[in-house]
């Protein structure tokens, strides 16, 4: 697509209004992937905590992910320190929270889930920060009850299929893929059968293939639109001033 034929196009349409986003995943009504979803139990718990500028990125995975697991909890914000919800799961003694974060001293999950389950025969729940790297840290700094859960650990084994967007290091998974893996090393490390955690990665994918198909490596970019727009308003400006 050309330059002049985007900017006839983009004055054409009208922003999108709300009945023309999905009620359930949020996404346009042409990029809605509710119809992939198979949503399952998982054999633990999800709290997902969501930073609200994540929140409206078109290709977060956090949502997709809470959809697909019957027992999962999205949560968004930016600081947790004063939510009721979040500070009542944290002390509840009902529960065994853990987050996956890779901190110094983070445990690694095979030893979380190698250890014999009647230690500790609370029901396990993970916790997830969604949002990107750099967030991360002042995430946890906002939110200090936070860092009373104790912290766990994964190496992947595979780079991030997540081809749409810039992850810093091949090992670093999109909240969905990381979500995938607990599940599947906990299945491996306690010899457990299943096969419905694969429907995360089944959404994922589809969303992704998706998603390339949309990507026109001829379609201008962001900041030439910008351009475009900058000198057209200016013709017409020197059109209507005669100069
Ligand atoms: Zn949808």
Not at 55 to 69: E, K, P, Q, V
Not at 211 to 240: C, I
Request: glycine letters at 2%; a positive charge; one cysteine or more.
């Amino acid at each position: 697509m050309d330059l002049a034929t985007l900017l006839t196009r983009r004055a054409s349409q009208t922003p999108p209004r709300y009945r023309d986003l999905c009620a359930n995943c949020r996404k346009m009504v042409s990029t809605c992937y509710c119809a992939t979803l198979r949503p399952f139990q998982s054999p633990v718990d999800f709290v997902i905590l969501q930073h609200e500028a994540e929140a409206r990125n078109a290709i977060a995975t956090a949502r997709m992910a809470h959809l697909s697991i019957r027992n999962s909890q999205l949560i968004v914000g930016r600081s947790f320190h004063d939510h009721a919800l979040v500070n009542s799961m944290i002390a509840s003694p009902l529960q065994r929270n853990v987050m996956l974060f890779p901190s110094a001293d983070a445990m690694p999950i095979e030893t979380l889930f190698a250890a014999p389950q009647h230690l500790d025969p609370r029901p396990l729940v993970f916790w997830v920060l969604d949002a990107k790297w750099a967030q991360v840290p002042k995430m946890l700094r906002l939110s200090p009850n936070l860092r009373q859960i104790p912290m766990v650990k994964f190496k992947p084994e595979s780079a991030s299929r997540f081809r749409l967007r810039h992850q810093p290091e091949p090992a670093y998974l999109s909240t969905l893929e990381s979500i995938h893996l607990v599940i599947d090393r906990l299945l491996q490390c306690t010899g457990q059968q299943s096969d419905d955690h694969h429907a995360l990665l089944d959404v994922f994918q589809a969303f992704v293939r998706q998603q390339l198909d949309f990507v026109d490596p001829t379609r201008p970019t962001r900041h030439q639109v910008a351009k475009a727009l900058r000198r057209a308003r200016r013709g017409a400006q020197s059109s209507t001033t005669g100069r």
